[in-house]
């Protein structure tokens, strides 16, 4: 295509995606799965909303790009925003006119006589009737259509904004995240009573309370270096976020039902309702750290186990008390989503600091509105939303064939549940399994069964790690530096680095 034949404009993008499938949102070029940004460059491609000189090669630098969120990998999304300059149907300019050549001009003939202002007042009248040149909305590419059309169907855009404020960026212009990371109740498949090691009978329940109240403590501005995974890539120094929200909710009505589990036979089963139920933990924050949320996760888990008192999260914020991360494993990947990024008005993100929203002194009102002008897809046109190609109708059919493997898989699991009758013994005493035992434990970590441990170790007494600062003085040297502090006087060092890099290769190849 003929790039000066069109304009452009710069646009905001609301994305859901399902991760499971992908590497992560950013795009590698050592990936050995695809990701959603090497998806979405392929699609806007396709639909040429951008022309680049080598369309096999993702570089989205020429086209104002910037992204919210870089989503890990088998994480979702369902607000993931980026920003991005694409192909319009505004019309260009109309060309100057050769010098010398008579320029156009409204010239207003002078008449007289009531006849002469009744014309003029009909044509004014067809002048304020009429249609404008060119709307910015409904003559303007749909972009979410038609970008829905080449993308595979777990990657989804919701909705798209045509007006940004002045100097938007994706990641610096949001001031809110908002994750959600889901998981049940029972949290894995618990053991009748009858059978249950000794103290064990309870086992796969998860205590709600205490999970809730260890996620208040994590609300605040707090340094949450024994709450991440530290990468001496980054050269980060600085640990400190503020969380504006952190709690533990049920999901309504997501039907189900386990019957078995209603039994008499399992003990620890909580009063209310039928199961297994649905929770998230909720959080807000400004920002976060490299794993942060999932390092969260694994902290609440090991809580409503049993496994750590709640006071636990207080610990290891105090980095004063514990400058060194004890060594836990972080909670899975897949049930963790990040459900919305809020770009509150400039007024209203001053209020809260500005771009220091991690300053403890600062207060404000931290319950931000979107001020985003989102044009959601079914807004244009009804029939975009729900209809024979509308979104809807596209989620329906992956959500049914969903649907369907997890209607099987809980008809299949419930009729197995109830078919033996546990008080036969048919063979013999129950032996001891080889992770049953009273100092053996099952931990959960998010995923789709418990893992066998053996005895837990409390997280306090476990091997601890090198501090950040540590990391960061060894990687720095491993690249040629004295230090990180001779690294971060360094202009541009990231770029020296890999001339480096590029010089020894080059020098080895002679």
């Not at 910037?66 to 319009?88: H, L």
């Not at 156009?104 to 008449?111: A, G, L, Q, T």
């Amino acid at each position: 295509m003929d790039p000066s034949r069109y304009s452009t404009r710069l646009i905001a993008l609301k994305l859901a995606y399902l991760g499971k499938r992908y590497g992560g949102f950013e795009f590698s070029h050592n990936g050995a799965v695809p990701t959603i940004e090497e998806e979405l460059w392929k699609a806007l491609v396709r639909s040429c909303l951008i022309w680049p000189e080598k369309p096999d090669e993702v570089d989205f630098t020429p086209w104002e790009y910037s992204k919210c969120g870089r989503t890990d990998r088998g994480v979702s999304a369902f607000g993931q925003v980026i920003g991005i300059r694409v192909r319009s149907n505004r019309p260009l300019p109309a060309p100057p006119k050769p010098e010398g050549e008579a320029q156009e001009e409204d010239v207003e003939m002078v008449e007289e006589g009531a006849e002469s202002k009744q014309k003029k007042k009909n044509k004014e009248k067809l002048t304020n009737n009429k249609k404008p040149e060119w709307d910015p909305i409904a003559d303007e590419i749909n972009y979410p259509k038609i970008l829905n059309r080449l993308l595979p169907p777990d990657i989804r855009v919701l909705a798209w904004a045509p007006t940004l404020p002045e100097g938007f960026s994706a990641r610096f212009s949001c001031r809110e995240r908002q994750y959600r990371y889901f998981f049940t109740q029972p949290a894995f498949s618990p053991v009748p009573s009858s059978v249950a090691a000794p103290g064990k009978e309870g086992e796969g329940w998860l205590d709600i309370e205490a999970m809730r109240a260890a996620a208040k403590m994590y609300e605040g501005v707090h340094d949450f270096r024994n709450f991440c995974k530290v990468d001496g890539g980054k050269q980060i120094s600085v640990f400190t976020r503020r969380i504006f929200e952190a709690d533990i909710v049920e999901v309504e009505d997501v039907g189900s039902a386990l019957p078995y589990l209603s039994g008499a036979d399992f003990k620890g089963l909580p009063a209310g309702g039928k199961h297994p139920k649905v929770y998230y933990f909720h959080v807000r924050g400004s920002a976060f750290l490299w794993h942060q949320i999932r390092h969260m996760v694994a902290m609440v888990f090991a809580v409503g186990q049993g496994l750590e008192k709640p006071a636990i999260i207080t610990d290891l914020l105090d980095v004063t008390e514990n400058p060194r991360k004890p060594n836990y494993v972080m909670a899975d990947d897949v049930p963790l989503v990040l459900w919305d990024c809020i770009f509150p008005k400039l007024d209203e993100a001053s209020a809260i600091g500005g771009t220091d929203v991690h300053d403890p002194e600062v207060e404000g009102d931290v319950n931000m509105q979107d001020s985003m002008d989102w044009v959601w897809l079914g807004e244009d046109l009804p029939s975009n939303l729900h209809g024979p190609t509308g979104l809807a109708d596209q989620l329906w059919e992956y959500w049914r064939e969903k649907k369907m493997d997890e209607l099987l898989a809980n008809q299949l699991l419930n009729a197995i549940a109830t078919k033996a009758d546990l008080t036969r013994r048919l063979g013999g005493a129950e032996p001891i399994a080889k992770h049953g035992g009273p100092r053996s434990q099952r931990v959960y970590d998010g995923g789709n069964s418990a893992k066998a441990t053996g005895a837990y170790v409390p997280i306090l007494k476990r091997q601890l790690m090198p501090t950040p600062q540590e990391i960061n003085e060894k990687w720095a040297q491993s690249k040629g530096f004295s230090g990180s502090a001779e690294l971060a006087a360094t202009k541009n060092w990231r770029t020296v680095i890999k001339t480096n890099k590029a010089a020894s290769k080059a020098a080895s190849e002679e």
